[in-house]
């Protein structure tokens, strides 16, 4: 718990929010939103195939989702500008 606080990887959790693991239409309902991973790691500048969205039937990153995830990696420094 220390180190989060000290690196600020406690602040980029809340940044982050629940994109991961919740999609809006469905807030009680747990899931892995595939689309945000692939999101995260195109802000990363890693690989995410030909296709940039998750399969259906889930559905594609709404722009607030987008914007609150690359705010999080600029925040914590991992990616410029």
Do not use: N
């Not at 600020?8 to 899931?31: E, I, K, L």
């Not at 689309?35 to 559905?59: C, D, E, M, N, T």
């Amino acid at each position: 718990m220390d180190y989060a606080e000290k690196s600020g990887m406690d602040q980029f959790g809340v940044d982050m929010r629940s994109w991961f693991t919740c999609y809006p239409g469905r807030p009680d309902y747990f899931t892995h939103w595939g689309g945000a991973f692939k999101y995260a790691a195109s802000v990363l500048g890693l690989p995410i195939g030909a296709y940039p969205h998750s399969r259906p039937p889930q559905a594609e990153v709404p722009a607030e989702a987008k914007a609150q995830i690359d705010a999080a990696y600029r925040r914590f420094g991992l990616v410029g500008g």
